[in-house]
């Protein structure tokens, strides 16, 4: 069983920067990436980045793409999300997953979910 836990959210200003971490916990032998997902209020949950827990590969959504830096430490077990320039629209609980499969944007082929961050950006 693995668990991701997720910490870091909290309310800022828009242009302001937010750093979200993931500390992965359990077995992680079987965990090939790990995906941000992002659910506003109303809205359906939506990839925001993932990496490849080995080598790296990274993928953004087009709207945080030049703002948003995913990463990771193996030797921590911990991914993490650098938001930089927030807007309003990021606002939302950010959730941090973990998949068996190379590469999805799907929620469906995330196996385990954090609990869920809180991100709020004001006008």
């Known amino acids: 069983q693995v668990q991701p836990v997720e910490s870091g959210g909290g309310s800022v200003e828009a242009g302001g920067s937010l750093r979200l971490s993931c500390a992965l916990s359990?077995?992680?032998?079987?965990?090939?990436?790990m995906g941000w997902f992002r659910q506003a209020p109303g809205k359906e949950r939506d990839i925001v980045a993932s990496i490849a827990w080995n080598g790296g590969t990274t993928y953004y959504t087009n709207s945080v793409k030049g703002r948003f830096t995913v990463s990771r430490d193996n030797a921590k077990n911990t991914v993490y999300l650098q938001m930089n320039s927030l807007k309003p629209e990021d606002t939302g609980d950010y959730y941090c997953?973990?998949?068996?499969?190379?590469?999805?944007?799907?929620?469906?082929?995330?196996?385990?979910w954090g609990q869920g961050t809180q991100v709020t950006v004001s006008s």
């Open positions: 359990g077995r992680t032998s079987g965990v090939y990436t």
């Open positions: 997953a973990a998949s068996r499969y190379l590469h999805s944007d799907s929620p469906r082929d995330y196996d385990y």
